[in-house]
Each structure stands twice: as structure tokens, then as C-alpha cells.
């Protein structure tokens, strides 16, 4: 019998993300193209004798810069997740749940989604539960619209609150590099700015991405993609954290093709022609400007169980 199972998301970036005005439910209307991108959260969950859930970190979260206050309780998504796969299938066992965190937190990644994704897949192994991938994505959609996407991975148009999920197959690889922040940014908060910062404007309900940055995508042409790529939630962003802007001039002053803040920020997502490229990009923002950076590539796969000799990376 299987006592521990480890499950790894990746993070993601938006590409392309257009926002509506504020529904009557209080959630926003979205047309969002979704990159699953080389960043992931571990969660290994091993079965316990009672009907405990525990959370812990592991020691080789990176993303964690404070670790007494990191949130280990209910309102942790790990928890959220585990708990509702427990009521849904009536399977209550408990669960030791150890997270492994490298997306920045609250960074505009989904970092908790693919935490939320992961301990699905590990628990309904663990618990022998039997779901499939779409049911444990319609489960996932409740804690967020993140969820599913950190299911599947890969490539995705997303439109209602971005959990109606279109797959991409794409072909082609893009390498960026990632700027995080030493803080974090709450979505509500910048979908708030966001709303009051266009409290004036004519703001419709997006329906679909530009057809024309989904071509240069597929096509893998990066000088049609750079000028195409948009996200409606960077001025807010920079409303809310101005230095974002100073950054950004100096990710596409040091090459970068393109500089977007990624969801609803603060990380920041620079496109790079290559790996090469990209490690080029990092030298100079590190050299010149003291900034640190993550290299990733994109599509990768979604959440995958880990053989039990893989070591986290």
C-alpha cells in the first residue's frame, strides 16, 4: 500500500488577459491565454491514523522568505482541497500534506491554485478515490479558476472567470524570464484598482483572445507575439506598486522583447528570443541593476504524479 504520494503543478503566466467590468456576482469576466511555464509547487501527502489534515513546508521553499508566517491552517488551499475531495468522495481519512513552494506568493502565478491542483491528484491517489482528471477539475474550479489550468498545463484560452478552458496544442517553445517582487499583491485588491481606475471608461465583456497573438503563438513568429502580448491588470498594478514600471524599463532595456506583469502582478514575465537569450537578459538586469530572476520555459505539462526515488528539484 501506497503510504506517501507526491504530486508536482506548475506555475503559469498570462500571455494575453482582457477584463470585463464587474458582474453583478462580483467576479469579472475574462479572455485569458494561459502558459503553463517551468516553476512547480510539490505537495506530498502521507496518510495519517486518524482524520487530522496537516500542513507543513518543506524546507526547500524558495518562494518563502518568511516561514513563521506563512499560513498553514484552514484557510491554506492545500486544506481547502483535501477537504473538499474528503466530502465529495466520503472518503475521510487525514492526511500529512508537506508543500514545497518556488511560485512566488501572491506574485500573479497561481502558485496556490497549483497548490490546490496538486494535493487533488496526490490525495485522490493516496485515498484511492478513483477521480478522473475532469472530475477533479470541476472540484478544483470551486477554489478557483486557476485550478483546472494547473490540472491540465500546457497551453489554454480561458474565458468566463477563466476556468472554461479551450486547449492550445502548441508546437513551439517561448522562454521568459521571470522578475518577482519581495512582496505580494492580492488580486481582489488590484481588480478593485482596476475597477476604479476605469469607473469612467466603456469597458465591455471580452469573448475571445486576439486571434492574431494566438497565430504568432502557434507559429512560434516572437516578433509578431512581443507586440501583441497584453494584460487589462498591469495598470493597475502599477497603480498599486509604481517601482513595477521601473522594472519593466529595465527588463526591456536589457532585450527582453516584451515585458507584461504576469495576472494580477506583481511578478513580471519578459520575453526572450531563446534560453541563450534569456540567460543574456538575466546577466544584465543582475549585473547592471542588482535584480533578481527566474528562467523558465513554456508549455509544460500540468500535474503529474513524482516516482517515489524523484527528488524535488
Known amino acids: 500500500m501506497i503510504h506517501t504520494v507526491t504530486a508536482r503543478a506548475p506555475g503559469k503566466i498570462n500571455a494575453y488577459f482582457r477584463v ?8 469579472h469576466s475574462v479572455a485569458s491565454l494561459y502558459l503553463a511555464v517551468s516553476l512547480y509547487e510539490d505537495v506530498s501527502a502521507t496518510g495519517r491514523d486518524d482524520e487530522e489534515i ?5 524546507q526547500d521553499s524558495t518562494a518563502v522568505a518568511d516561514r513563521d508566517s506563512f499560513p ?51 490525495c485522490n491517489a493516496l485515498w484511492g478515490t478513483g477521480l478522473n482528471r475532469e472530475e477533479l477539475a470541476r472540484l478544483g474550479a470551486r477554489l478557483g479558476a486557476d485550478v483546472p489550468f494547473a490540472l491540465y498545463g500546457g497551453a489554454a484560452v480561458g474565458l468566463g472567470v477563466g476556468d472554461d478552458l479551450a486547449p492550445l496544442l502548441l508546437r513551439t517553445r517561448t522562454d521568459w524570464v521571470l522578475v518577482p517582487a519581495s512582496y505580494g499583491l492580492s488580486t481582489p485588491r488590484v481588480y478593485g484598482m482596476l475597477d476604479r481606475l476605469r469607473a469612467n471608461e466603456s469597458v465591455t465583456t ?13 507559429e512560434g513568429d516572437l516578433d509578431k507575439l512581443a507586440p501583441l502580448l497584453a494584460n ?6 502599477l497603480a498599486l506598486a509604481p517601482e513595477l514600471g521601473v522594472v519593466r524599463d529595465l527588463g526591456e532595456a536589457a532585450g527582453a522583447l ?19 537569450h534569456g540567460a543574456q537578459i538575466m546577466t544584465q538586469l543582475s549585473d547592471e541593476a542588482g535584480v533578481a530572476t ?16 524523484t527528488d524535488s528539484l
Request: glycine content about 12%.
Open 258 to 276: 516584451h515585458a507584461l506583469v504576469s495576472g494580477s502582478g506583481p511578478t513580471l514575465a519578459l520575453l526572450a528570443r531563446n534560453q541563450e
Open 232 to 237: 487589462d491588470m498591469t495598470r493597475a498594478a
Open 20 to 27: 470585463g467590468p464587474p458582474r453583478e456576482d462580483g467576479y
Open 72 to 122: 498553514l491552517g484552514p484557510e491554506n488551499l492545500v486544506v481547502k482541497a483535501a477537504t473538499m475531495l474528503r466530502e465529495h468522495t466520503g472518503h475521510y481519512a487525514g492526511v500529512d500534506l508537506c508543500i514545497t513552494k518556488r511560485v512566488p506568493i501572491a506574485g500573479g502565478m497561481g502558485g496556490g491554485s497549483a497548490d490546490a491542483a496538486a494535493t487533488l491528484v496526490a
Open 294 to 309: 527566474l528562467q523558465v520555459h513554456g508549455p509544460v505539462p500540468g500535474t503529474v504524479i513524482l516516482p517515489a526515488f
Open 206 to 218: 471580452p469573448t475571445e483572445v486576439d486571434p492574431a497573438m494566438i497565430g504568432a503563438l502557434l
Open 54 to 58: 496537516h500542513v507543513s513546508l518543506h
